[in-house]
């Protein structure tokens, strides 16, 4: 059973910075794509910002338009660690951010595999 646990979201002010990690256990984390995903109250869920599976000479990431130059994800496959760099955070911001893995368009918000969610406000 895969499990994913973020953590550092918190409460910020406009223009100030977090970082979100991921722990991730019981799958071969290094194997696998991952991805940022958040969702606002009574809103969609929205994809932040992915990273490949690839050796690190290789690895490719992106990001949504709303977070490009703002967000860096990374990985680091020895600890089984996710990380979002948040930078210039913006109130439009402020969301459930979610650690996600296994993406499969049979599997509820298109990932099988989902962490508990940390909490992001910037206000």
């Known amino acids: 059973h895969v499990q994913l646990v973020e953590s550092g979201g918190g409460l910020v002010q406009p223009g100030e910075s977090l970082r979100l990690s991921c722990v991730a256990s019981e799958i071969t984390f290094s194997r696998h794509d991952m991805s940022w995903v958040r969702q606002a109250p009574g809103k969609e869920v929205e994809w932040v910002a992915g990273?490949?599976?690839?050796?690190?000479?290789?690895?490719?990431?992106s990001y949504a338009d709303s977070v490009k130059g703002r967000f860096t994800i990374s990985r680091d496959n020895a600890k089984n660690l996710l990380y979002l760099q948040m930078n210039n955070l913006k109130p439009e911001d402020t969301a459930m951010y979610y650690c996600?893995?296994?993406?499969?368009?049979?599997?509820?918000?298109?990932?099988?595999?989902w962490g508990q969610g940390t909490q992001v406000t910037v206000s």
């Open positions: 990273i490949t599976s690839l050796p690190s000479l290789f690895r490719a990431a």
């Open positions: 996600v893995a296994r993406a499969d368009s049979s599997c509820s918000g298109g990932y099988c595999s």
